[in-house]
């Protein structure tokens, strides 16, 4: 084999091998979060060692300081992680042919608050308050498969599509009100300031409140209660 022949072999690899980087470095990402999760419901968030997490994350040190500088950072990543999953449950349930708009912010409504509630109260209070400063980057968070608000976006651009919703401001700017109206949901109940202890029900009923005045925009457009 030749040299150009050799170099054109590496060339058509790297991609692969760059992907192949990308997603241990998530799969890494995702086990110190899960470890630190478990740990901190188990004995609390400010008893919790680096050490602790690395054991639990079986990394080492190197590795945690790589992804997570400091406290803050993990808690942002505790965020991106479940919007990621809940970003994939939202597709995967639009792939059925009877998918609806209501039928996706019911999926994203269930799985965030199944997975905030698998936090301790506390520490689901301290990413929460950190998320909502970051609220001004909703819809345009770097990592795509991590932004439920982009997910949510393309619900509402199928659903104009299918004559679900009548026109209005656009499923981007829809999308974002709906994200940033949950997210101060799921601020407001960490905090214990909600008439809702169920978080799925207090965020189910945002989402009707905000579905059911998008709707009445156009009268001729009935109000549904779906969600």
């Known amino acids: 084999m030749t040299k150009a022949g050799r170099g054109g072999g590496s060339s058509k690899l790297a991609p692969k091998r760059a992907l192949l980087r990308y997603q241990r470095a998530i799969e890494t990402r995702e086990a110190i979060v899960r470890a630190a999760s478990e740990l901190w419901r188990r004995q609390g968030y400010e008893a919790t060692t680096v ?16 992804h997570f500088p400091d406290k803050a950072s993990l808690l ?14 939202m597709r995967a349930y639009r792939r059925g042919d009877d998918a609806t708009l209501d039928g996706e912010v019911a999926v994203l409504v269930s799985g965030l ?15 929460m308050s950190y998320s909502i400063r970051a609220l001004h980057l909703v819809g ?11 997910t949510l976006a393309e619900a509402f651009a199928r659903a104009h599509d299918r004559g ?5 401001e656009g499923a981007d700017e829809e999308a974002a009100v709906l994200a940033s109206m949950l997210m101060e949901g799921m601020l407001r109940w960490a905090h214990r300031v909600t008439p809702h ?23 001729a457009t009935p ?3 779906h969600v």
Request: charged letters at 35%.
């Open 164 to 168: 679900e919703l009548p026109t209005g």
């Open 76 to 89: 942002a990543e505790l965020d991106l992680v479940a919007a990621r999953r809940v970003s994939e449950e």
């Open 140 to 150: 345009r968070i770097e990592d795509r498969e991590a932004d439920f608000a982009r």
């Open 197 to 219: 202890d169920d978080l799925e029900q207090a965020l189910r009923w945002r989402a009707r409140v905000f579905l059911a005045g998008l709707r009445a925009v156009d009268s």
């Open 223 to 225: 109000v549904q209660d």
């Open 51 to 66: 050490e602790d997490i690395c054991a639990e994350a079986a990394v080492s040190r190197s590795a945690y300081y790589y």
């Open 113 to 127: 608050a199944r997975r905030a509630q698998r936090v301790a109260r506390g520490v689901f209070s301290e990413a």
